[in-house]
């Protein structure tokens, strides 16, 4: 069988700040005062790429390590001990506890149900997670005394903040619960701050803090500006320059028609990759601190920016995507986290 050519060079790239990212971690775990944090990495580390972020994470001084699904567990065990890794969604079947049991990471168990499915299964060191408020995952407080609960080993016991990023009554209450809850509940280390609840002081800090959008350059409250640096470095590469007469219309819908004769490039970035229509009319791209604004809308594989500023570009040439993360969900309209996690695939990671 013949060798396999050699991939050409990708139109699309995505450069992971390394030093950005483990210096958002240090600053993290200073803020968190007494408590050491730790490190969300669901979601293929919010699509950055676990390979390329959990190295960083772990080398930067992170050791607790959380995942959503079962299926993110074999990406950052590759990079971490088995024991610093916590599966936030819990068992709800019996191979799920088996699964558990034979890598040796915790599952955080979130329900009455799961506390026995773990338990008949043999049981071990786990976490559980209490609701305080967000009604999604979580023991509810009526059940602390439950018998079940009393049985389990439990390493970290959490909660979650639902409005650490605003300044509401929500903060506080959720705060009393979990004291209510950590008196009830013997746990070795007690956990409730996301990235927003750090900036909220040591009241919220506990033993552990969970940071997750922050670590890859989201700043969901602004004691955080000066804190948080930027990690996600996209670039996209023009594939097409074409000119433009005056009366000539550009993509889908015909949205943009042009007032006057003026040269346009086609770039390699669409909603496939995650650049979302919402851009559309709205968004630019850059070169050298010149501002390339998109024409029309965006399409699955490609925009149109206006080179105007910038005659000189050619195919083959790179645009900056501007990601820092609060400027672009103020003009997209998607939230920080939307705009990491929808990332594709087709950027190259480096």
Known sequence: MPDRPVLPPPTLRLKLDHDALA?????????????????????????????????????????????????????????????????????????????????????????????????????????????????RLGLPLACLSDPLIARLDIDVLLSHLASADEDVAQNAQQ????????????????????????????DYAFDLTRPGLSLYGGIPRSELLAEIGQVARLEAAIIQRRDLSAGDSVGYNATFTAARAMRAGVVSLGYADGFLRCWSDRGLLRSNGRELPLLGRVSMDMVVVDLTEAPDLAEGDWLEVPYHLPDAAAVSGLSQYELLTILGQRFRRG
């Open 175 to 202: 705060l009393r619960r979990f004291d209510q809850a950590c008196r009830a509940i013997p746990a070795r280390r007690r956990s409730l701050s996301n990235s927003a609840g750090i900036a909220l002081g040591k």
């Open 23 to 135: 210096m958002n971690w240090r600053a993290l775990n200073r803020l968190s005062g007494n408590a050491r944090a730790g490190a969300a990495v669901k979601a293929d580390a919010y699509g950055l790429g676990v390979a390329k972020a959990v190295p960083s994470l772990r080398d930067a001084g992170a050791r607790d390590f959380f995942v959503a699904h079962w299926s993110e567990v074999s990406e950052v065990i590759a990079h971490v001990p088995a024991g610093q890794i916590s599966v936030l969604h819990g068992p709800v079947h019996a191979e799920d506890c088996a699964y558990a049991r034979a890598l040796g990471v915790r599952p955080v168990i979130n329900s009455i149900f799961q506390a026995r499915l773990w338990l008949d299964s043999g049981g071990g060191p786990c976490d559980l997670m209490v609701d305080t408020g967000i009604n």
